[in-house]
């Protein structure tokens, strides 16, 4: 029972990172029907910024959001605007342009956190890093108390500007049916600037965040970005409950394999691809699209 | 097409000759670019010609490689194992293929990236690679002038094949896949087994470029035949030459072969081809995406049209 709840706590901890992690992929997609390569680029350049605000000016790497976010919103802009926007507009799914483009962006991100940083492996230590608390019984490190609690504030915080605002309505528009929403007076370019902007902010906060629990390198991201895909595909790319239901599926899976198995850790990632190419197969529609067509067909069948 | 054949006939005569007025370091570079012209013509037939982008390639080269070695040290002759290692790759393929290839595009990507980490993890964690520590060929399997004439031959025959299948129906097929899969299910091309047919046929064919990588670097380890920057220039080398088209992808090799031995030579290069490579990717994406093959034609066109009287243009 103890283990069980181990799990389970360590579970939805990690699910809160998770959840934001993804949401940066979901919002370029919905928005654009592009795979950001370069997701695990800005989770790693994310990273390094905190790490530099932090060894240079001392400061907290959760205060260091204050700047991140913003500046990679900017640069997410900036990035849409210079490329993103040049490449022409598949019409129906993503465009192999777009996802190679985005691939030479995140080589490029590497060679220059190289050049930067170096190759060392560089972490971040902090006065709580090796502190701990009690939740539910289950010993948790203070770090990732804390990247929950700010991923779960994040989380709420968008959903309530999807809900809210014109920009929220104008991305939920976009995202359902671009041509629809335009016919309608959104000014569709404008608003897949700023998806992108809100996908690559939220991609580097999460980045600052990863910091705070694991040693990085300028190779840093790509495990992570396979588990922010393998999130979206099955949760779909419609809502952050979605997101976050699919983070907290892939979570628990890992957390249940690394408690209950002695599989070698370095394997354990090898489960979030497996994971990734059934979910990709089984439901290519995500989890949430099966779903809500299971419930219909429950529906129709309550009808007959 | 008969001057095509002329053409790798005599490229074949003059490659194989080559020995007798060359330097060894020389013919280590044109080795260096045999190699790359097959993995690149190789990976075209499915990511230019079917247009589906893998980047899970370096698996193959290193089935190739380790079947290769791991026979040998059993006592195999080292060219007896290039049948089994092609025939173990393809297989390798087609276990692959079958789940990924339901899916389209970009998701197809995605899924060999996963695929292509799970053997890298899996390669440095069990015992028969010799872990990082690698392994070698047994003593005296070693002979340069065989070596390097395989590889050529290897290369020109990839090359014709290209050719060969690009002219053919099931060349047809394959492009009929990359413009639009729903109208060639339509027409009645069963996309699936073409996908998977031309992916176990480009998959033998690296398999074998890293046989004869083994024989000749005597030495493999999982890092180096699961190298990322290997991976990498696979990819890039045929998007930068041309996607799709049979010339490309040996343009692009020449390019990244040149561009290995200048990289090799230099180490401030070395340390900056993510930059290089990720820079000419997305060049290539915004300005050409039909790679320097696309551009030459475009120059040509409008070299051409500046020399003759103007006429209606014919597409």
């Known amino acids: 029972m103890n283990e069980i709840i181990t799990v389970l706590v360590n579970s939805l901890l990690a699910a809160g990172l998770y959840a934001t992690m993804s949401y940066g992929l979901a919002v370029i997609y919905g928005v654009m029907r592009i795979i950001n390569l370069a997701h695990a680029g800005i989770l790693m350049l994310g990273a390094y910024a905190t790490l530099t605000l932090n060894s240079r000016l001392g400061m907290d790497p959760f205060l260091s959001l204050v700047v991140v976010i913003p500046v990679f919103f900017g640069f997410g802009v900036l990035l849409y605007l210079t490329m993103i926007r040049r490449l022409p507009r598949s019409s129906g799914g993503p465009s192999i342009e777009s996802l190679l483009l985005l691939f030479g962006v995140w080589l490029v991100l590497q060679n220059l956190a190289y050049a930067i940083w170096t190759g060392d492996t560089q972490s971040i230590l902090t006065r709580y890093t090796m502190k701990s608390v009690v939740l539910l019984g289950v010993r948790v490190g203070i770090p990732t108390v804390a990247v929950f609690s700010v991923s779960a504030l994040s989380l709420v915080v968008l959903q309530l500007v999807l809900r809210r605002t014109y920009l929220g309505r104008a991305i939920r528009a976009v995202t359902q049916n671009r041509d629809a929403a335009m016919i309608a007076g959104v000014n569709a370019d404008r608003i897949s600037a700023a998806a992108f902007g809100i996908g690559t902010a939220f991609a580097a906060s999460a980045g600052s965040m990863l910091a705070t629990m694991y040693a990085f390198t300028p190779d840093f991201g790509r495990s992570f970005l396979l588990k922010s895909f393998c999130i979206i595909v099955l949760a779909g790319m419609e809502s952050v409950a979605g997101v976050a239901a699919g983070a907290f599926v892939l979570a628990l899976l890992e957390n249940f394999v690394g408690g209950y198995t002695t599989l070698p850790t370095s394997f354990q990632d090898a489960l979030s691809f497996t994971l990734l190419v059934l979910a990709l197969v089984a439901f290519p529609q995500g989890l949430v699209g099966a779903f809500s067509r299971a419930t219909q067909r429950w529906r129709r069948l309550g009808r007959a | ?315």
């Open chain 2, 1 to 315: 097409m008969k001057t095509r054949g002329v053409f790798a006939a005599a490229a074949l005569v003059l490659l194989l000759a080559a020995p007798r007025f060359l330097e060894r370091g020389t013919l280590n570079d044109i080795w260096n670019v045999a190699f790359a012209v097959i993995l690149a013509s190789a990976w075209n037939l499915l990511g230019g010609f079917a247009g589906q982008v893998s980047i899970g390639y370096s698996a193959f080269i290193g089935i190739g490689a380790y079947t290769t070695v791991l026979l040998s040290l059993a006592g195999w002759h080292p060219y007896a194992t290039l049948p089994v290692s092609a025939f173990l790759s393809a297989a390798f393929s087609v276990i692959v293929g079958l789940p990924t290839f339901r899916l389209r595009g970009p998701y197809f990507t995605i899924a060999t990236i996963g695929v292509s980490e799970a053997v890298r993890v899996v390669a440095a964690g069990v015992a028969f690679t010799g872990g990082s520590s690698g392994l070698r060929m047994p003593a005296g399997s070693f002979d340069f002038q065989r070596d390097y004439s395989a590889m050529v031959v290897l290369a020109v025959l990839v090359v014709a094949l290209a050719a060969w299948i690009q002219a053919s129906p099931f060349g047809q097929a394959l492009r009929a896949i990359r413009q639009d899969i729903d109208a060639a299910e339509a027409l009645g091309v069963h996309s699936t087994k073409y996908k998977v047919l031309v992916h176990a046929l480009s998959a033998a064919l690296v398999a074998l470029a890293g046989s004869l990588f083994a024989i000749n670097f005597q030495y493999i380890s999982p890092n180096s035949v699961f190298d990322f920057r290997l991976s990498l220039s696979i990819v890039l080398m045929p998007i930068v030459g041309g996607l799709g088209t049979v010339a490309g992808p040996v343009l692009g090799a020449l390019l990244f072969g040149y561009l290995q031995i200048k990289l090799l030579s230099s180490p401030a290069l070395r340390d900056s081809y993510l930059f290089l490579y990720g820079g000419m990717l997305i060049a290539v994406m915004l300005f050409e995406p039909r790679g320097l093959l696309g551009l030459y034609r475009r120059v040509r066109g409008r070299i051409t049209r500046s020399f003759s009287r103007p006429v209606p243009d014919a597409g």
